[in-house]
């Protein structure tokens, strides 16, 4: 059974920085493109990044280009996300995903919030 868990949320104040983790299960994780979501309050959930099984390689939303960046560790079977400059418009839940066998799926969530 596919299996991913988020982990890294907090409260923090703005122009700081967080490291966000997703441990996965239940695949071959080597073999996957993994990716970062996030949905703020009355919002829809967004793509934030996403990083490639074939050659790790890597793509950002404009609103987190510089500031964000993605990782795996196929050896930990986990994906990173390191969030630098932190702003108040980056509070939200973040979502890790993987698309198998045609059926997308979420880890439970991690809470982000950025004070002034």
């Known amino acids: 059974e596919v299996h991913l868990v988020e982990s890294g949320g907090g409260l923090v104040q703005a122009g700081t920085f967080l490291r966000l983790s997703c441990a996965a299960s239940?695949?071959?994780?080597?073999?996957?493109?993994i990716g970062w979501f996030r949905q703020a309050p009355g919002k829809e959930r967004e793509g934030v990044s996403c990083i490639r099984s074939f050659d790790g390689s890597t793509d950002y939303a404009d609103s987190v280009k510089g500031r964000f960046t993605i990782s795996r560790d196929n050896a930990k079977n986990t994906v990173y996300l390191q969030m630098n400059s932190l702003k108040p418009e980056d509070t939200a839940v973040y979502y890790c995903n993987v698309r198998v066998s045609w059926r997308n799926y979420w880890g439970q969530g991690t809470q982000v919030t950025v004070s002034t």
């Open positions: 239940g695949f071959t994780f080597d073999d996957y493109d």
